[in-house]
């Protein structure tokens, strides 16, 4: 699971249908979990050329934590036109 748009960096390096993947996933507590995204030109690129940390809450009930990130990005103003790929 990931997320693809177009993308620009802190640094100005834009890539088109970016890459995005959630990697690194803290659970703290039994209510939040803290991830960090990151930027890939492609799928197949090993290296990222941004990344971001986010939180949100979670739910030991619900999905498994990556599928929580994925819909809780989703629902940012900065991942508006972000689709699945």
């Not at 197949?44 to 990556?66: K, M």
């Amino acid at each position: 699971m990931a997320l693809c748009m177009d993308t620009t960096s802190k640094q100005g390096f834009t890539a088109p249908n970016a890459y995005i993947r959630i990697k690194n996933i803290s659970i703290v507590g039994k209510t939040k979990m803290e991830f960090s995204v990151g930027f890939f030109k492609t799928a197949e690129t090993e290296s990222s050329f941004d990344y971001q940390t986010w939180s949100c809450a979670y739910d030991v009930t619900g999905a498994n934590p990556f599928a929580q990130g994925y819909r809780y990005l989703k629902t940012l103003p900065a991942f508006a036109n972000a689709t699945d790929c």
